[in-house]
């Protein structure tokens, strides 16, 4: 009698992790250390001139999208102020992120397609609660999300917790 699993599936992973490693470029620079946000593990993140990282934000355009932060395992530099379970790069941090390849994401609105296109949300939408700025999505809504040219949506599926996988075709930035 074959085995089987009644109405489950699996969860999809965590936001940040690297699904799929065979053609992943992954490259560590600090936050930057005047930031006052930190960056979590699978938000999109900007490359600044001095060569640090930043999350993505409400004045970023497409051609600014550097990358995902990735989950890593992170060496406490202090034992003391290290919260349990921090899923964020804060600001001086050094900060994984991969360049290319496939990386588990949190999708806030609609529902991805595979090779569909893949939005970041730039502004906030009253109509549309679910919608964070600096969110990935699947939906476009105007001028309140921008298209990323060089990623999209690895296999459609998105599980319970809103978590997806997309692909990054291409280095934005080098």
Known sequence: MPGSVVGKTL???YPGNVSRSADAVIVNRPVRSTDSNPIPFGA???LNSD???SLFG???TAADFAGVAIREVKQATSYLSQPYGQTQYNPGDPCDVIERGSVTVTCNVGTPVAGGPVY???AANASIPNGVVGGFEAAADGTNT???TNVQWKTGKIDANNTAEITILSRNKA
């Open 11 to 13: 969860n999809l992973g």
């Open 44 to 46: 999109p993140v900007v």
């Open 51 to 53: 060569n640090t990282y």
């Open 58 to 60: 409400a004045t970023n």
């Open 120 to 122: 970041i949300r730039v």
């Open 146 to 148: 921008v298209q990323l």
